[in-house]
């Protein structure tokens, strides 16, 4: 390569052509010219490739959070179930069975914190009769209700 008056480079590009050897010289300024129509449509045609693979990775992250939330919900309404009707067997017999306790503390995952002051006083209530008394039941009733009102209001 070789520098000229301009500033700018000639260079050398020896082609074979149909077995005749020749010169081409050009003269490379600093300014590029860009064929706009040919990169508009390279572009484009990356764009095409590349949107539709952006739009399933978006789409599936998008329905695994959904699936997931879904699950969530469902464990949720399984133990707000489990948790009501342990309870309320538990007002009406003796002791504390295995599958109340259990329920107890999950409850706490999913009930909001308005009623976990209730929830905790009807669990007080509930333990605290001993083998030959049942738990003051009228009291037991009024607070299972109002928890229940409670989560199904926050449900909806």
């Known amino acids: 390569m070789f520098a000229d008056n301009n500033g700018g ?4 590009i020896i082609q074979k052509k149909i077995g005749v050897k020749f010169m ?3 003269f490379l300024s600093s300014a590029i010219l860009v064929d706009w129509s040919a990169t ?3 572009i484009a045609l990356a764009v095409a ?6 739009t399933t990775i ?13 699950i969530v ?3 949720g309404l399984e133990i707000i179930e489990s948790y009501v009707s342990n309870a309320a067997r538990a007002t009406r ?11 107890y503390y999950q409850i706490f995952l999913f009930a909001p914190k308005s009623i976990h002051n209730e929830i905790e006083e009807l669990n ?3 333990i605290t009769c001993n083998a030959t008394s049942f738990p003051d039941e009228q009291k037991c009733q009024i607070l299972l209700t109002k928890i229940c009102k409670e989560l199904y209001y926050n449900k909806l």
């Open 93 to 103: 017999t003796f002791g504390v069975s295995e599958n109340y306790r259990y329920s």
């Open 24 to 26: 081409q010289v050009c």
């Open 9 to 12: 480079y000639i260079k050398f």
């Open 73 to 75: 919900e469902k464990r």
């Open 124 to 126: 007080s209530l509930i």
């Open 49 to 54: 490739i590349i949107s539709p693979i952006i």
């Open 58 to 70: 978006i789409t599936n992250s998008h329905q695994s959070k959904l699936k997931r939330l879904e």
């Open 40 to 42: 508009a449509a390279w």
